[in-house]
């Protein structure tokens, strides 16, 4: 490390290895170190390998070590920051979910197994030293992998500026590795933090390579399934590297919370660590449109029996969690801070949807299949040579818009879309046999809504477009069906949803639900306050309040705010 003489200024000279945003965040360290009195160039950093000399910024404020990380990002392709997976964290999320952490003792040793841009580890770092704990101890305390060599690089370079600030003289890191945090053994830790790379294997983006699958499987067994995010496996790997009595904190898609394919991930963390703390972003918070929280762990003697809670960008406070949730009830935890009512019907509840009732959602084949037989019908009575076809935009709360206005199917617009019997029974008849089954009294389900929506098809003529949900009562008693129609409407029953598939449909303020949803929904306990709303509904569904009210008794709930949450939104429901 040598000082800067006033007014310097270099030539950008660079090693064969350097990448284009390697040396964009090579010429800002070294501004910052400029601007300390110092030079990073002949460091020993790895940034700064084979570089004699490197220019100085105009930089306008003083650097600080959080910028380099988020200039790296920034200069990625964009392409390459979806197939990474990589999105650097805001300082102020670092700081907010290190500080939900218990306190550290001053010899922590501190992990980030996806280490970016070192933005944990600084978090980390100044949390150590205003405990006490000496700068020059704290840096050989860091510990970071990253399976991008150029991300190590910056991460260095980022701690020797923290050093800097804290009079720690520069040298390389080597507790900062190149590697494979999934794959690779991590160093033991007291502490382990990130923000991991988010990695939806639902998206074309992010997929794996058959051989990193293969090699996943191997490593982490039963808690790699086809849609497992990476994200999810960070926080087994985290655990895993966790010494004796230690604490995590890690940002994570909001989707670990309840994703039907986390379950594994859920049921291995629960019996390994209690939850300590949930952190909800309500707020976009990433450059990605990816909803994102912030989970806090404890092992041994760090466990905890209440869960604190915070959301939004500024970490505002809501109550406690006063037990702990089973991985089951991650999602209705999350979900009580976007003050969604906990209800928590499955504790109480004896039998379910699926006692009384069938559901399906059909399959994408099926949905191409009815494309070439879907045309627009002139009047609102159909014969029985077609069907009227029903997709999930036409459905609001026991209303179907069909007739109404347009609709699209297949990027084609419809007002009143039917499909030809004869024409399909020909060309599929397969097809044909599952369209002639769902000819039967039912209710037909949209599947990402604010509340539950249901409308009573008694005829039997409607047939669903894929993913709209049937749901069909095992006998012809008329009454099942509205039955049925109740406790799906039911405030509670929206409430349980909205809670136990938290943070899975497209907004933090929708629900996503399929059919295995429907059939695991618990069915009310008051039977006759249940008649009596299915009665209101058949003949005066216009009456919400008084439906609410004895649905509410129905299902035991003696929450006001149940029915007043539900309400609101249904006051608030945008026509589709």
């Known amino acids: 490390m040598c000082p800067t003489a006033a007014g310097h200024t270099a030539v950008l000279i660079s090693g064969p290895s350097m ?69 650097l964290t805001p300082e102020g999320v670092a700081r907010n979910l290190v500080a939900m952490m218990p306190p550290p003792a001053l010899s922590d040793r501190v992990l980030d197994p996806a280490v970016g841009g070192a933005a944990f580890l600084i978090a980390a770092a100044d949390q150590l030293v205003d405990g006490g704990a000496r700068p020059a101890e704290v840096i050989r305390q860091l510990f970071g992998v990253d399976i991008d060599a150029g991300a190590v690089a910056v991460a260095e370079a980022a701690l020797a500026l923290w050093g800097i600030d804290h009079e720690v003289e520069v040298r390389p890191l080597p507790n900062l590795s190149h590697g494979d945090g999934l794959l690779h053994e991590l160093p033991v830790a007291d502490r382990v933090v990130g923000n991991p790379p988010f990695l939806n294997q639902l998206r074309s983006s992010s997929t794996h390579t058959a051989a990193r699958r293969t090699a996943l499987r191997e490593r982490w067994g039963d808690l790699v399934g086809t849609y497992t995010d990476d994200a999810w496996l960070f926080i087994a790997a985290g655990l895993h590297a966790l010494d004796t009595n230690g604490t995590l904190a890690m940002v994570q898609p909001v989707s670990v919370l309840a994703a039907r394919y986390g379950d594994a991930v859920r049921e291995h963390v629960a019996a390994r660590a209690s939850l300590l703390g949930i952190w909800l972003a309500r707020e976009q918070v990433f450059d990605a449109a990816v909803q994102v929280c912030g989970l806090v762990l404890g092992t041994g003697s760090s466990t905890a029996a209440t869960v604190e809670r915070r959301v939004g960008a500024d970490f505002s406070m809501v109550p406690t969690r006063l037990d702990q949730p089973a991985p089951s ?112 009294p039912k209710l037909l389900m949209a599947t990402q809504t604010r509340v539950v929506e249901v409308w009573v098809d008694e005829s039997g003529q409607a047939i669903p477009a894929t993913p709209v949900v049937s749901i069909e009562p ?72 008084y439906f609410a009210e004895i649905m509410d008794r129905a299902y035991g709930t003696t929450d006001a705010s149940v029915a007043s949450w539900w309400a609101s939104r249904l006051a608030n429901q945008s026509k589709k």
Do not use: C
């Not at 030079?39 to 000399?53: D, I, K, M, P």
């Not at 006998?475 to 409430?495: G, I, K, T, V, Y």
């Not at 295995?516 to 009596?532: E, F, H, I, K």
């Open 19 to 87: 990448t284009e945003p390697l040396d964009a965040v090579a010429v800002l360290a070294e501004t910052a170190a400029n601007q300390r009195g110092l030079s990073l160039v002949g460091s020993g950093l790895r940034l700064f390998e084979g570089r004699r000399a490197v220019p100085v910024g105009d930089a306008a404020s003083r650097v600080s070590p959080f910028d380099l990380g988020r200039t790296y990002e920034l200069l990625l392709a964009p392409k390459a920051r979806r197939k990474k997976g990589a999105h």
């Open 474 to 545: 095992l006998d012809d008693d008329p009454e099942a069906l509205w039955l049925l129609a109740a406790a799906l409407s039911a405030p509670a029953l929206s409430a349980h949803f909205m809670a136990n598939n938290f943070g899975t449909a497209m907004s933090l303020n929708a629900m996503k639900l399929s059919a295995r949803d429907v059939l695991g929904a618990p069915l009310p306990s008051d039977y006759g306050a249940w008649t009596d709303a299915a009665t209101t509904l058949r003949s005066n569904p216009g009456d919400i309040e």
């Open 329 to 440: 009830e991650w999602g209705s935890t999350a979900a009580a801070a976007m003050e969604v009512p906990e209800v928590r019907l499955l504790r109480r509840a004896s039998r379910t949807i699926s006692d009384l009732a069938s559901a399906t959602a059909g399959f994408r084949d099926q949905f191409y299949g009815f494309v070439p037989h879907v045309s627009e019908w002139d009047a609102d009575v159909v014969p029985a040579t077609h069907a009227r076809l029903v997709t999930v935009g036409m459905i609001d709360v026991l209303e179907l818009g069909w007739g109404s206005r347009p609709f699209k199917f297949a990027k084609q617009s419809y007002r009143r879309p039917v499909i030809d019997l004869a024409a399909l029974d020909v060309e599929n008849d397969k097809l044909g046999q599952w369209v002639r089954a769902r000819q039967r």
